[in-house]
């Protein structure tokens, strides 16, 4: 099904990023046959017409750029969303599937994908894919490009092939494009080792250091996180873990921030499965927008909500609202065993000046993840003049770095007079700062290029990623150069030359295009003028 009314054209022209881009067309594939049958159809029309291009797309929550394109967009969400087989621990399904109703259907058996993100409640499956999302356990349980066992990909030459891992001996008799895949990376063994992020999650540039991997080739590994920019999946099987039976939330406010670097370090010595952290400004506006969330919980439901919040108000009469609050989570099989951790936790960090609350029950529990889940959602909602700006929105450095990193990141964003909250992954070393600007003043560009430049610079020196899991899309490709210098770049671009050679795949996103998509001017050039969260996702 196509559809290029103003409507639709208006609607997906954003994502949850900064930009706005509007479309040609709009398709709705109906199974992987019509994917075939468009890729084949713009590889052969490329020629004639040098601007098609095909950028797949499920739910648009991409913070990046990553969902837009100038040409055709492909959403998978309206019919390809079903579920295909469920057999043990592993289930293969269409990429439009929302994740809420993949929840629904793992749960059932006591499953899940421990990789799932803050935007559970939005996003799907293919997204998840094109972006290697990551959340709350992946400190412990790893990103999706560790859950995809096998998928199913539409390459540049309308095929569909059946991508799953092999034994590298094999590779011999693999097809053309994985020998070429392989031929690179033998090539540029030595450097693509170097220039491996040491974090703990990165999302930047093309993975091409987990391909081989002990004597095994896994294009997926390649494949995760690409953005769509070198096939589209038309079927991808994760792999699930079992659900905890239990688990135990400790919840610590803290006043100061400067110890922040040396109590992560002490809490993560803990093993906890989660440690998630939002700061004060996140907290203010869930305390003023969160009824909405409650609005069908009746009167009783508000006054059990805003009671929810006594550990906070009494923090405040003791001497002032928590700067950050860090959830910090346990799970297990055994509750005894829980109260054990979170004690031997107060224990560890009792000479520290925060305060720590264990949650009593699963509603309180669930209200800091609600809080620390819909955090960006608030602000991109309920701010009014000003929008969300997500472009240093996904930083990472190693969490030893942090005492050292945070002060001099604290500074940079004290020279620009911006409003902006923290939350994010502290476990990882991974924050998200989203501040809120008015984009119809003159000053927005200059901003967003001068504040990337300084905390990019900034991340790299402490050997951090400049994305760890929101990805590159347009927003962040034209600063691969910076993190991962000439030669990787090329290698990077080589890879996209390999899968596609005359660009069809959503263009701009990890690689960039002269004069085009994924460089800085294209950046200032289509800022969304208009608050997003109106039309978008
Ligand atoms: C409030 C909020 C919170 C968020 N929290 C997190 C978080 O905790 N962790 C995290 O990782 N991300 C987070 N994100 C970013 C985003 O939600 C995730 O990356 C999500 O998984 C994207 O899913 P989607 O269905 O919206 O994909 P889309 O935005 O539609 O697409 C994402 C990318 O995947 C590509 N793609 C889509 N379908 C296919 C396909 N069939 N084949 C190949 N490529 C495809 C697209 O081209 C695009 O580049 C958040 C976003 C918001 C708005």
């Known amino acids: 099904m196509a559809d290029d009314s103003e409507e639709t054209l208006v609607k997906y022209s954003k994502d949850a990023s900064i930009f706005e881009i509007r479309p040609r067309l709009v398709l709705y594939p109906l199974d992987s046959d019509d994917v075939v049958n468009l890729v084949e159809w713009v590889s052969k029309s490329k020629e004639k017409y040098p601007d098609l291009s095909i950028t797949a797309r499920c739910a648009g929550t991409d913070m990046s750029g990553g969902a837009i394109g100038e040409s055709i967009i492909l959403d998978f969400t309206r019919y390809m969303n079903k579920m295909v087989t469920f057999d043990g621990d592993r289930i293969t399904v269409e990429p439009g599937m929302l994740y809420r109703d993949f929840e629904k259907l793992t749960l059932a058996k006591g499953l899940i994908l421990p990789c799932y993100t803050a935007s559970k409640s939005m ?10 999302s990551a959340g709350e356990k992946t400190l412990k349980y790893g990103k999706a490009e560790d859950y995809v066992l096998e998928s199913k990909v539409v ?4 095929v569909e092939r059946t991508v799953k891992p092999f034994p590298v001996s094999e590779i011999s008799s693999a097809q053309e494009i994985y020998k070429k895949v392989y031929d690179l990376i033998k ?4 450097e693509i080792k170097n220039a491996k992020p040491n974090v703990h999650k990165n999302s930047a540039g093309y993975y091409i250091w987990n391909i081989i991997k002990n004597n095994i080739f896994d294009l997926n590994k390649l494949l995760v996180g690409s953005q769509g ?41 803990e093993k906890p499965e989660a440690l998630e952290a939002y700061d004060d400004k996140t907290l203010w506006l869930a305390i003023k927008f969160f009824r909405e969330f409650l609005k069908n919980k009746g009167f009783f439901g508000m006054v059990k909500f805003f009671w929810s919040f006594l550990p906070e108000f009494k923090m405040m009469l003791r001497g002032g609202f928590p700067k950050l609050v860090l959830l910090v989570e346990f799970a297990g099989e055994d509750g005894e065993e829980l109260n054990c951790k979170c004690e031997k936790l107060i224990e560890r960090i009792k000479n520290f000046q925060v305060e720590v609350y264990i949650t009593k029950d699963r509603n309180e529990t669930s209200k800091y993840w609600d809080i620390r889940r819909e955090s960006f959602n608030l602000l991109r909602k309920h701010i009014k003049g000003k929008r969300t700006a997500p472009f240093i929105d996904d930083i990472i450095v190693r969490p030893e770095f942090l005492p050292k990193f945070l002060p001099e990141l ?12 923290i939350a994010g992954h502290a476990g990882d070393g991974n924050f998200h700062i989203i501040p809120l600007m008015d984009f119809s003043r003159p000053g927005v560009p200059r901003v967003i290029n001068e504040l990337s430049e300084k905390v990019y610079d900034l991340v790299l020196r402490y050997h951090g ?23 990787i770049v090329s290698v990077f671009a ?15 996103k990890k ?15 289509h800022l969304a003028l208009e608050h997003h969260a109106r039309h978008g996702v």
């Open 155 to 158: 390459f540049a030459d309308a």
């Open 187 to 190: 090539g540029n063994e030595e």
């Open 229 to 269: 920019t070198l096939g589209i999946a038309t079927q991808i099987t994760f792999k699930l873990v079992p659900v905890a039976k239990s688990s135990k939330l400790a919840v610590i406010f803290m006043r100061d921030l400067e110890p922040l670097g040396r109590l992560v370090g002490e809490i993560l010595a």
């Open 465 to 487: 990623s400049i994305t760890a899991e929101h990805n590159d899309g347009l927003v962040r490709t034209p600063y691969l150069k910076k993190m991962f210098g000439e030669r």
């Open 410 to 421: 604290n500074r940079i964003l004290g020279e620009y007079k911006l409003i902006y909250t």
């Open 511 to 525: 690689v960039p295009v002269e004069n085009g998509p994924g460089t800085k001017d294209y950046i200032s050039s």
């Open 494 to 508: 080589e890879v996209k030359r390999i899968f596609d050679p005359k660009n069809i795949f959503n263009p701009g």
């Open 123 to 132: 996003n799907a499956m293919g997204g998840m894919f094109g972006n290697n």
